[in-house]
């Protein structure tokens, strides 16, 4: 019943920028941080970034620091990721995910996934 429905990749140029969201319902989405990850072909998949069930605390992989920001509507059921000044190295294919919990900067355990977005940027 727990669904995570991604929509919002795409191909830009580097510099460029995307918007990811992630559709969440089956489940009590307030009560549940929310991360997004990421898998590139022949690399093992990375947290990206996470928020909290509030949407007040949310943490960063130093790659992409200042550059892409996590948010989410708990009145929508929505996470977000903005992507800015996108470069060839965010090329992924980007998971959302509920978080079992979340701790510093990760998103821990988590247990649903979504379909995945491709991102690709070129040079």
């Known amino acids: 019943q727990v669904q995570l429905v991604e929509s919002g990749g795409g191909s830009v140029q580097a510099g460029g920028s995307l918007g990811l969201s992630c559709a969440a319902s089956?489940?009590?989405?307030?009560?549940?941080?929310m991360g997004w990850f990421r898998q590139a072909p022949g690399k093992e998949r990375e947290g990206v970034a996470r928020?909290?069930?509030?949407?007040?605390?949310?943490g960063y992989a130093d790659p992409v620091k200042g550059r892409f920001t996590i948010s989410r509507d708990n009145v929508k059921n929505t996470l977000y990721l903005q992507m800015n000044t996108l470069k060839p190295d965010d090329t992924a294919m980007y998971y959302c995910?509920?978080?079992?919990?979340?701790?510093?900067?990760?998103?821990?355990?988590?247990?649903?996934w979504g379909q995945g977005a491709q991102v690709t940027v070129s040079s």
């Open positions: 995910a509920r978080c079992t919990w979340c701790r510093g900067d990760d998103c821990h355990g988590p247990n649903y």
């Open positions: 089956g489940y009590a989405f307030n009560t549940y941080c």
């Open positions: 928020i909290s069930s509030d949407g007040v605390v949310k």
